[in-house]
């Protein structure tokens, strides 16, 4: 009987023992799929957050910062040992005996976790919470405790004990956007790392044990709190006496909270986007680009650029400038009085003749960060102003032609294209020096059609004409009469070719290194010969006639010489000045966003008193 109540009692577990073997199959198969995961998915950890930018002045003084998240990773043998002791002491006392975390931490953990009944504890090493931060989220379930500990063992396998606190100290979070202990000392006192006292240095290891309690600008007084028990620890663990400990409690705590650098915002936003063109440049991206034969290919290659440009962006980069302080706010400062016509606005730009690089740029008035940048973003119709470039330059270099030449200023036609000269007059033969000082228009078609379009284009497509299109090439560009127009850095740098007639593209940018000041990309520093001696001869001679016995009379300069070129376009929308003087070149443009009448403005040059203001 014993017998066959024992049979049936087997037979009967045969189908628990079926189910149990499935069920351990399962958790086999998981447990491998699980290994897999892990080897697969462990990433070496690098940092990957990005690092602010910095911009300098030509004195090598910060002016600008651009950031989301202030961080300044710091080595491991710069960080005083007090700083590591803290941590180690208040957040891993084991740390450099355990493999990645701490089982007698996580038995204590788990017991009060269930006796409330949540998970409340941690019982985390500096290892899991390095993991923590850079792999997992902050939610407090035993499945993602359990990836911690993985990850966390896995880590110690790969990385050494200096390693791990050295990457801890740099990407522990310190509120207020604020990584790294370094970042800490900076942002909160205002001074390196080294220079905090024990009382400041305890102060802000406070705050990652609870970024949002202890955040010191909101609750100061829980911090200071915190701070003392820190202090308290140190002292526990020998590493201070009880009366440094009681010293340095007693010591007053003066914030000195960072406030981000956001000065000069005309030039700066310019900067940040002359950094885009020189890394297409020195990338080979802008040639590629320009040349690309479908609208796809083209986005492809500017989804390149734009990724080169955020790489750059993350890893964190210093740019060196050529912003001159003084003169930027003193050209602001004088253009904004200058504007004092309620809407009117203006762009302008100032350029050192000797380094072809941008001393000052105003993109509008009262300009903020990133709003409509005029001096580059908005192009305008440059009318006259644009005529030494494309007519009278090319053809000096192209002909013999002297301006004591003639042409005529009379009536002519090209097609349908009949345009008129100012106030409709009508002129016989005159020197090229006269028809290009009172601008005549009849004139400077009549050149144009005897060099022809291409040849004419030869020489403008030497310089950087963003804004130029491929239906610019017309009889009207003779005029300035342009698709879209050019803007007032546009026009500045292609006036740069009279100085000499060499030419280099004007930059803002001399070089940007990386944060330890090795070089990254700069520009290039040769000029190409555009002009002949001799067409430089005679554009300086008729540039500066324009301003003594011309449509620029009221200029003046300080220096030995000036020469300019005025432009006034139909309905007297648009207003302009570029020309230059022994030690600068400068474009001025003025007139309304929405282009409206500007004829009751005429007769007091405002343009005249900008171009003034900002030249020597």
């Known amino acids: 009987m014993k017998n066959f ?50 911009l300098l002045d030509k004195d090598n003084n910060v002016y600008s910062e651009e950031y989301v998240e202030w961080r300044q990773p710091m080595p491991l043998e710069n960080i005083p040992q007090i700083v590591k002791d803290i941590f180690i002491a208040s957040e891993d006392s084991d740390f450099y005996e355990h493999i990645g975390f701490d089982l007698s931490a996580i038995v204590r953990a788990f017991v009060i976790n269930t006796n409330e009944q949540s998970v409340q504890q941690g019982g985390s090493t500096i290892t899991q919470q390095l993991v923590r931060m850079r792999y997992l989220s902050e939610e407090k379930t035993y499945e993602r405790k359990l990836m911690e500990i993985f990850y966390s063992y896995e880590l ?50 406070a705050i990652p044990n609870n970024p949002s309690l202890y955040d010191p600008l909101k609750n100061f007084e829980q911090t200071k709190a915190r701070q003392e028990r820190l202090l308290q620890t140190l002292a526990e663990h020998q590493i201070i006496t009880n009366a440094e400990a009681e010293t340095q409690k007693s010591l007053p705590i003066q914030l000195n909270v960072k406030q981000k650098i956001q000065a000069y915002p005309a030039y700066s936003t310019y900067v940040l986007q002359e950094l885009k063109w020189l890394i297409a440049q020195n990338e080979g991206l802008n040639i590629l680009i320009a040349n690309a034969t479908t609208e796809q290919e083209k986005q492809q290659l500017q989804t390149q650029l734009q990724d080169k440009v955020q790489g750059l962006l993350q890893q964190g980069a210093v740019v060196h400038t ?16 200058i504007l004092s016509i309620p809407e009117l606005q203006a762009s302008a730009i100032s350029i050192d003749n000797a380094t072809r690089e941008i001393t000052s740029i105003y993109g509008g008035k009262n300009y903020k960060k990133f709003d409509l940048h005029r001096a580059y973003q908005a192009p305008r119709q440059p009318g006259s102003a644009f005529k030494p470039l494309i007519v009278y330059a090319p053809y000096f270099e192209i002909t013999d032609y002297a301006p004591s030449s003639t042409v005529s200023g009379g009536a002519y036609c090209i097609g349908t294209f009949c345009p008129q000269n ?40 030497k ?115 570029a020309g230059l003087t022994d030690t600068e070149t400068a474009a001025v443009w003025i007139g309304y966003d929405t282009p409206r009448s500007m004829e009751a403005l005429e007769r007091y040059q405002i343009h005249f008193a900008i171009f003034n203001a900002i030249v020597d």
């Open 322 to 337: 050529a912003l001159n302080p003084t003169k930027q706010l003193a050209d602001e400062q004088a253009i904004n009085n």
């Open 422 to 461: 100012y106030g409709g007059g009508l002129y016989g033969q005159v020197s090229l020096s006269t028809a290009f000082r009172y601008s005549y228009n009849t004139s400077a078609l009549r050149l144009y059609n005897t060099i022809g379009i291409d040849a004419a284009f030869h020489y403008l497509d």
């Open 156 to 205: 110690e396998k790969r990385y050494s004990k200096k390693e791990i606190l050295n990457m801890y100290l740099n990407e522990i979070y310190f509120s207020n956007q604020v990584y790294g202990i370094a970042s800490a000392a900076t942002y909160y006192f205002g001074k390196p790392l080294n220079e905090l006292s024990l009382a400041e240095i305890a102060f802000i290891s």
């Open 5 to 54: 109540f024992g049979f049936l009692i087997i037979l009967s577990c045969f189908p628990l023992l079926f189910y149990l073997s499935g069920e351990i199959f399962q958790e086999i198969e998981a447990a491998k799929a699980f290994e897999n995961q892990m080897k697969q998915s462990i990433e070496l950890p690098t940092i990957t957050s990005a690092l602010p930018i910095t």
């Open 463 to 577: 310089f950087h004409f963003r804004s130029l299109d491929s239906k610019d090439k017309t009889y009207a560009a003779a005029l300035g009469g342009l698709t879209y127009g050019v803007t007032a850095l546009e026009m500045a740098d292609a006036y740069t070719s009279f100085i000499d007639g060499s030419y280099s593209q004007v930059h803002a940018i001399r070089k940007i290194t990386d944060t330890e000041g090795n070089v990254l990309y700069k520009w290039p520093t040769e000029r190409t010969v555009i002009w002949s001696p001799k067409t430089v001869r005679y554009m300086r001679q008729m540039l500066t006639e324009v301003v003594t016995n011309g449509t620029g009379i009221g200029l003046y300069t300080t220096t030995n010489y000036i020469g300019a070129k005025t432009g006034t376009t139909n309905d007297f929308k648009d207003f302009w000045l």
